[in-house]
């Protein structure tokens, strides 16, 4: 086994002294270069996959986590501005289970979980604060979960229990958020976050919640509601509906002119307003048969008038048949009441918000373009799209003027001043790498023609030509180098070590120059030929 090796190493060592120096260089770059590569590939190959392991953290919460992982030796990297922190994936529970043994994040202690720290000593009033801070920290930690908000504070007034009091006060709550960058509360966001934090309290109604951000914006207020800040529904409604109407136009205008040639302004008066309203219709149908009838009948027979009632006077005295001259008399009264079977209809209409009270619509039309165009025919097609009603009290106008295009061609302008510098910067970068590939190209040709170059000196070596004289000359040289004379010991041994050393030289020389060398021996015969 060792001598194989032994064999093979020699091989490949003699191999490579027959190399020449160029292909050395670039047999040892490649080499670096393979050994560079596979050194990143598995790096990257070896790399654990990252995954959060706190998110949303607030400062002191993620500096204490992180003094926990550098004590255990634990590598880590922060992200998001330092409120996420993420650790390899098949350490996440783990680490999580540590730090919650620790009490990291701190946030965790907060909330309902501060009640089960109460003892049996705990008085009423540190069971009302206690319970106020949990309540408090519960909707911090849910508001902290809603999208854009990365801090949330919660401040809830809870009034104190009295007996023999009529009037007793509200609760009110105040909520402060800290927004992401960019981020802003919509109206119905906001009133999520009132309705939320009402909701979570006992008689606390969403007028009594007052809303604000860190930058002072006061987003909820009471007795003013949502407030601009947030956005208000009808702005927002309106800008809908403008936008959408103005595309419609903008879109014939632009087919008919050409782009940037006409401008469309649409203003909408939206109707928010709900409005229900209820009505009821009664119907008989001929020839139904009744539900119910019932028929009177009343009969009078006797002496006298009968007394059918009256106005108080001398006929409904006492002794009015009397005082009447006598008589008999008959009185017959019938009456018949029938209830009808009457079909009802009840209809409840209830009006959506967002109709239209006017519209007014604005068009300013380039006259380098359109001033012969007639006007007509562009209002009729702009009040079409936008659905204009003249009886409603829309109106339009359509003027026609010069635009300014100073802005438009400036930034034309720097556009295909842009445009032209990417083009040289892209055509610097191809030259940049062409020029690098040709220069390795031309270095990989210049040593692949000196090792062909080599061969073929080598291939075209003529044999030498030796005359009678020379042949003759060497064979004396021979017998007289086999002559055995008596000769020193320690000279023989020096001028074999010397002899040793110049054929050493000689033989490296010839490995690592054998042009010069073989150009020396061609001078060598040329002289002696001579």
């Known amino acids: 086994m060792n001598e194989a090796l032994t064999g093979t190493l020699e091989r490949a060592r003699s191999t490579f002294a027959t190399v020449s120096l160029g292909q050395k260089v670039v047999i040892g770059l490649l080499f670096a270069g393979l050994l560079l590569g596979g050194f990143f590939f598995f790096k990257w190959i070896t790399a654990p996959t990252q995954a959060p392991l706190f998110s949303n953290l607030a400062s002191s919460d993620a500096s204490a986590i992180v003094d926990e992982l550098n004590a255990e030796g634990v590598s880590y990297v922060l992200t998001d501005g330092g409120q996420t922190i993420m650790v390899a994936k098949d350490a996440v529970y783990d680490l999580r289970l540590q730090m919650s043994g620790k009490g990291l994040p701190a946030g965790a202690g907060t909330g309902y979980a501060l009640l089960d720290e109460q003892g049996i000593t705990t008085s009423e009033f540190q069971q009302q604060i206690t319970y106020k801070r949990a309540l408090e920290g519960e909707l911090s930690r849910t508001l902290k979960?809603?999208?854009?908000?990365?801090?949330?504070?919660?401040?809830?007034?809870?009034?104190?229990?009295?007996?023999?009091?009529?009037?007793?006060?509200?609760?009110?709550?105040?909520?402060?958020?800290?927004?992401?960058?960019?981020?802003?509360?919509?109206?119905?966001?906001?009133?999520?976050?009132?309705?939320?934090?009402?909701?979570?309290?006992?008689?606390?109604?969403?007028?009594?919640?007052?809303?604000?951000?860190?930058?002072?914006?006061?987003?909820?207020?009471?007795?003013?509601?949502?407030?601009?800040?947030?956005?208000?529904?009808?702005?927002?409604?309106?800008?809908?509906?403008?936008?959408?109407?103005?595309?419609?136009?903008?879109?014939?205008?632009?087919?008919?002119?050409?782009?940037?040639?006409?401008?469309?302004?649409?203003?909408?008066?939206?109707?928010?307003?709900?409005?229900?309203?209820?009505?009821?219709?009664?119907?008989?149908?001929?020839?139904?048969?009744?539900?119910?009838?019932?028929?009177?009948?009343?009969?009078?027979?006797?002496?006298?008038?009968?007394?059918?009632?009256?106005?108080?006077?001398?006929?409904?005295?006492?002794?009015?048949?009397?005082?009447?001259?006598?008589?008999?008399?008959?009185?017959?009264?019938?009456?018949?009441?029938?209830?009808?079977?009457?079909?009802?209809?009840?209809?409840?209409?209830?009006?959506?918000?967002?109709?239209?009270?006017?519209?007014?619509?604005?068009?300013?039309?380039?006259?380098?373009?359109?001033?012969?165009?007639?006007?007509?025919?562009?209002?009729?097609?702009?009040?079409?799209?936008?659905?204009?009603?003249?009886?409603?009290?829309?109106?339009?106008?359509?003027?026609?003027?010069?635009?300014?295009?100073?802005?438009?061609?400036?930034?034309?302008?720097?556009?295909?001043?842009?445009?032209?510098?990417?083009?040289?910067?892209?055509m610097w970068s191809m030259i940049r790498t062409g020029g690098i590939a040709a220069g390795i190209a031309l270095v990989v040709l210049v040593v692949w023609l000196r090792s062909r170059r080599g061969g073929d000196v080598e291939e075209d070596y003529e044999p030498l030509e030796l005359t009678d004289d020379m042949l003759a000359e060497l064979d004396r040289i021979r017998i007289a180098s086999t002559r055995e004379e008596p000769i020193d010991n320690a000279a023989a041994e020096l001028e074999a070590a010397e002899r040793q050393k110049v054929r050493g030289e000689i033989s490296t020389m010839v490995s690592e120059r054998p042009d010069e060398v073989a150009a020396m021996l061609r001078g060598w015969l040329t002289e002696n030929k001579s």
Not at 379 to 388: F, H, K, P, Y
Request: aromatic share 2%; hydrophobic share 35%; proline share 5%.
């Open 145 to 426: 979960s809603l999208d854009g908000v990365n801090e949330a504070i919660v401040s809830v007034a809870l009034p104190e229990d009295e007996v023999f009091v009529r009037d007793k006060a509200k609760p009110t709550a105040s909520v402060l958020l800290g927004l992401a960058a960019g981020t802003q509360l919509t109206s119905q966001q906001v009133q999520a976050v009132t309705n939320l934090v009402s909701s979570s309290v006992v008689d606390l109604s969403p007028e009594q919640v007052t809303v604000t951000d860190t930058s002072g914006q006061v987003l909820s207020s009471p007795g003013s509601g949502i407030t601009a800040a947030a956005g208000d529904a009808r702005s927002q409604i309106e800008l809908e509906t403008q936008a959408r109407l103005a595309t419609n136009a903008q879109q014939i205008l632009d087919r008919v002119l050409g782009p940037n040639r006409a401008v469309v302004s649409v203003r909408a008066d939206v109707d928010l307003s709900q409005r229900d309203t209820t009505s009821k219709t009664y119907t008989y149908e001929e020839g139904t048969p009744p539900v119910s009838e019932s028929t009177t009948t009343e009969n009078y027979t006797g002496a006298g008038g009968p007394m059918v009632g009256g106005v108080l006077g001398p006929e409904n005295m006492p002794d009015a048949n009397a005082n009447a001259g006598g008589g008999d008399s008959n009185y017959t009264k019938e009456s018949n009441t029938s209830n009808n079977a009457v079909n009802e209809t009840t209809t409840v209409e209830e009006g959506a918000p967002g109709g239209l009270n006017r519209l007014t619509v604005s068009v300013v039309m380039d006259e380098a373009v359109a001033g012969n165009l007639p006007q007509g025919q562009i209002s009729a097609l702009v009040s079409n799209a936008v659905g204009l009603d003249p009886a409603r009290g829309d109106d339009i106008t359509v003027a026609t003027m010069p635009f300014d295009t100073t802005a438009a061609d400036e930034a034309a302008a720097a556009m295909e001043a842009a445009r032209e510098a990417e083009s040289a910067e892209q």
